[in-house]
C-alpha cells in the first residue's frame, strides 16, 4: 500500500528554484517575480487517480493523472511546452518522467515526517520544495 499523499499543503522551503527555472528558459522577470511565491499544493489522491493543483497569486497550474498510463502534459503558463508524462510509484515515491525537448525532466514526491518533500529536475539542475500540512 503506497503513502496517500492528499491534502492541501503549504511550500514552507524551495531551494534551487531559479537555476530550474533557467534550465526551463522561463524569463527574468517571470523568475524573479516566480521566486518569492510560496505556492500551494493541492493533491487529490483517488487510487492510482491524481490531481495535483500548483496554486500562486501569479499562476495555477493543473495535472491530472493516473499511475502507470503515460499522457501528454502541456505546461501551459509554465514553461509552455509538451512532454510524455508518466508518473508511477517508485517504493513509497511518487515520480514522474516528463519526455520531451528537456533532457532529464521530471520530479518526485515523497512524504517525511509528516512534511511533502518535492524535486524538480531539468538537465543538469534540481529543485528541492518542501510543504507542510495547511
Ligand atoms: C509546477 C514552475 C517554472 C514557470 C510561474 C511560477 C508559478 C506556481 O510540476 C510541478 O509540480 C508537479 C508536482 O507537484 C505537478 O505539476 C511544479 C511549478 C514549477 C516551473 C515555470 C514560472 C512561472 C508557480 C504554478
Redesign the pocket.
Known amino acids: 500500500t503506497h503513502p496517500d499523499l492528499s491534502g492541501t499543503w503549504n511550500m514552507v522551503s524551495n531551494e534551487n528554484f531559479e537555476p530550474?527555472?533557467q534550465r526551463?528558459d522561463?524569463d527574468f522577470a517571470?523568475?524573479k517575480v516566480?521566486k518569492l511565491?510560496k505556492?500551494q499544493?493541492v493533491i487529490e489522491q483517488k487510487g492510482d487517480s491524481f490531481t495535483?493543483r500548483?496554486l500562486?497569486s501569479?499562476?495555477?497550474?493543473l495535472?491530472e493523472f493516473t499511475v502507470g498510463k503515460e499522457f501528454e502534459e502541456d505546461t501551459k503558463?509554465?514553461?509552455n511546452r509538451k512532454c510524455m508524462s508518466t508518473v508511477s510509484w517508485d517504493n513509497d515515491r511518487l515520480t514522474?518522467v516528463q519526455k520531451g525537448e528537456k533532457k532529464n525532466r521530471g520530479?518526485t514526491?515523497w512524504l517525511e515526517g509528516g512534511e511533502l518533500h518535492?524535486e524538480?529536475c531539468c538537465e543538469d539542475q534540481v529543485c528541492k520544495q518542501v510543504f507542510r500540512k495547511a
Open positions: 530550474y527555472m526551463l522561463v517571470t523568475r516566480a511565491l505556492p499544493k495535483i500548483t500562486s501569479l499562476r495555477n497550474y495535472v503558463g509554465l514553461d514522474c520530479w514526491h518535492l524538480l
